[in-house]
């Protein structure tokens, strides 16, 4: 044991020996601005797409269990088909050089060699699969599987960057039209979520409410989601990736990270505040989707504004924004739009409203009218957009392939009609044998 004690004195001596009298310091790395914006554009990346699993319990959670896989795939695959449209199409729509003020015609199939190059495209190529999963919750339980991926192609590939391309594309004295007349919309409140939510409102337009939703007399019968749990997980992912949604509108020195990560918090504690407000007035219920929700338009409502809006104001713009997910969504029950998720009442109307409310909470510039007629436009320009061109898409592809399952498809489910699965095994062997 001995001899032991002494080997390890001497490796001990050996290794301090070469700095024994000197004096050392330890190394010190520095880190440029844009070294620092790289990798955080790079954590942003990871959080949004991190938001896709967000959206898949979340819809999933809302749907009956019947369908539960079908709107999983949904998911999945609507982020797959749209990057490839995205990237072959849509980002040169969107930024490429945009002399006419309408779409951009160059940049196609971009291979950019530089790391920053490339990470803006996968950012946005994130944001585009966003606008695009928006649509699968909304039309959940009625709408045939390979017709929705279709559509969803055309979204990331026409709809969504050629709007983008109004609102954010082009450079210099070649600006999109409606970044011409200095529309603001930091991280895509309309840009992202009201285009996604008008596309989803198209589509229920055109595909109508399930089986059994609306009597003929006017009653609205609830549908309940198969895992309210789903529903809160999914809700909560949502709130940890906006932070990556948002916080990629960083300046290049970093100056106004703090005020969008806490204004993204905020707008999201006022969603929460809006709608349990809203629900308590109008006795209707603490319902938890309504809740969630209601963060989740809270979100939206200051993501427009995020850079430029006070905390005490981004609070409130997400108050409100609660409110409207809440009377927004009962309003679209009266006329009979069946939104599964409410996805048209938390990214369409909240990202309107936070794309206006920006205008009259703009730091330092209270209710400027030339501003709010700008972004009014701009919110206008999108619904039109969004809206029409969606119904008419699915239109064209319900030409070629019938865009909604049979109604004995839908009694079913469309887990065992389209895919010959089932998500719950142990409780559903009944429906997997129903396949004759």
Not at 365 to 385: K, S, T
Request: proline share 2%; hydrophobic share 50%; aromatic share 14%.
């Amino acid at each position: 044991m001995k001899n032991y004690k002494n080997i390890f004195i001497m490796l001990l001596l050996f290794v301090a020996a070469p700095s024994m009298g000197q004096s050392t310091s330890p190394t010190i790395i520095e880190f440029s601005a844009g070294d620092l914006k790289i990798v955080w554009i790079a954590i942003c990346i990871a959080l949004v797409l991190f938001m896709q699993l967000g959206f898949l319990f979340l819809e999933s959670g809302m749907v009956r269990s019947k369908n539960a896989i079908n709107v999983i795939l949904k998911n999945f695959t609507d982020i797959g088909l749209g990057s490839i449209g995205f990237w072959m199409f849509g980002f040169g729509l969107m930024f490429g050089a945009n002399s006419s003020g309408w779409f951009g015609t160059s940049d196609f199939l971009p291979s950019y060699t530089d790391t920053s190059n490339t990470l803006n495209l996968l950012y946005q190529l994130m944001f585009a699969a966003t606008a695009a999963t928006i649509v699968s919750g909304a039309v959940a339980e009625r709408f045939s599987f390979v017709p929705y991926i279709i559509g969803a192609f055309f979204i990331t590939t026409i709809i969504y960057p050629i709007f983008g391309s109004w609102a954010w594309g082009g450079s210099g004295n070649a600006l999109g039209w409606i970044a011409d007349l200095g529309f603001h919309d930091a991280a895509g409140g309309t840009v992202v979520h009201s285009i996604g939510g008008w596309c989803a409102l198209g589509a229920l337009l055109f595909i109508g409410p399930r089986s059994g939703r609306y009597s003929r007399k006017g009653a609205i019968h609830e549908i309940s989601g198969h895992n309210l749990p789903y529903v809160a997980i999914g809700g909560f992912i949502l709130w940890f990736g906006w932070f990556g949604f948002n916080g990629g509108a960083v300046n290049d020195d970093f100056s106004n990270l703090g005020l969008i990560l806490l204004n993204t918090h905020f707008g999201a504690v006022g969603g929460i505040v809006g709608s349990i407000f809203w629900l308590l007035i109008t006795k209707k219920g603490f319902y938890m989707a309504r809740i969630v929700n209601g963060t989740l338009g809270g979100l939206v409502g200051v993501t427009a504004g995020v850079d430029v809006l006070a905390p005490e104001f981004a609070l409130l713009t997400g108050f409100i924004a609660g409110v409207i997910v809440v009377a927004s969504t009962n309003m679209l029950d009266r006329i009979k739009v069946d939104d599964v998720v409410g996805a048209v009442a938390v990214h369409g109307f909240c990202g309107a409203w936070g794309t206006l409310a920006l205008a009259f909470f703009y730091q330092g510039d209270f209710f400027n009218i030339e501003r709010i007629v700008v972004q009014l436009i701009g919110i206008v320009a999108a619904f039109v957009w969004g809206v029409t061109m969606s119904y008419g898409i699915f239109w064209v592809i319900n030409k070629v392939v019938a865009l909604r399952v049979s109604s004995k498809y839908e009694q079913r489910g469309l887990d065992i009609s389209e895919h010959k699965e089932i998500a719950y095994s142990d409780f559903m062997t009944t429906h997997a044998r129903a396949d004759t």
